[in-house]
């Protein structure tokens, strides 16, 4: 089945700094994959997505980029802030194939003022 | 996107006894997802409920300790039978929102600690 890793596990960062969160996927078939911040004391929240069939995508801040030969996909935030603190979560989720998500185990970013 | 409420936000709960979360939609979805978050860790999928069929457990997970419900496209509960102190986590709810596909929204999760 389906194993994603995520790194770094912490990552600090000044604000106004960039920050990139990597994940790599084992199943080639895999073709969704978000990302989710979630916030202390709150549930994950939706933030990007990007399908297997576009390399890149860009929202504001947040962008991702998806290597499909490599089965990696980053998550790179510009002009941090410190409301951008809280634990970031990658998935990856395979079509077709049930509705699982496989969760990468969370990147906890720090923003310091 | 799907609003999502959970109930209760938390709880305290005793060894031994059952408590069942609730989960309101506010749109009909076809597909609900209960995950367990245990602490500082990633989420992990319980089970898929699909309403008018049996729920679909995961590896690990089984009916008797984790009964859920799905009476219609906006409701279900997930209830954790005879606690124990491993059961203390987060339990999320989440929904697969129909005609976007894959994309799943979560609420704000049940935070269970169990004496």
């Known amino acids: 089945g389906e194993n994603v890793e995520q790194h770094p596990s912490t990552l600090s960062v000044q604000e106004g700094d960039s920050a990139v969160i990597k994940c790599t996927y084992s199943?080639?078939?895999?073709?969704?994959f978000p990302w989710y911040k979630q916030e202390l004391g709150k549930g994950p929240q939706l933030i990007i997505d990007?399908?297997?069939?576009?390399g890149e995508k860009k929202d504001q801040r947040i962008a991702v980029t998806l290597n499909k030969t490599a089965k990696h996909f980053s998550l790179h935030i510009t002009e941090t802030q410190p409301e951008d603190s809280a634990v970031y979560f990658c998935?990856?989720?395979?079509?077709?194939?049930?509705?699982?998500?496989?969760f990468g185990p969370g990147t906890r970013l720090s923003v310091l003022p | 996107s799907a609003v999502i409420s959970q109930k209760p936000s938390r709880d305290i709960c005793q060894r031994g006894t059952s408590l069942t979360i609730q989960c309101q939609v506010d749109?009909?979805?076809?597909?609900m997802f209960w995950y367990r978050q245990q602490p500082g860790q990633s989420l992990t999928l319980i089970a898929t409920?699909?309403?008018?069929?049996?729920?679909?457990?995961e590896s690990g997970f089984v009916i008797d300790k984790f009964p859920i419900s799905r009476p219609n496209l906006t409701f279900s509960t997930l209830t954790v039978s005879n606690m124990s102190p491993e059961d203390s986590s987060i339990y999320l709810c989440?929904?697969?929102?129909?005609?976007?596909?894959?994309?799943?929204?979560f609420g704000a999760g049940t935070r269970l600690s169990v004496l």
């Open positions: 989440s929904v697969g929102v129909a005609g976007v596909g894959d994309i799943q929204y």
């Open positions: 199943d080639s078939a895999s073709n969704y």
């Open positions: 990007i399908r297997s069939n576009v």
């Open positions: 998935a990856a989720w395979r079509d077709n194939y049930g509705q699982n998500f496989v």
């Open positions: 749109s009909q979805v076809t597909m």
């Open positions: 409920a699909n309403q008018g069929s049996e729920a679909t457990y």
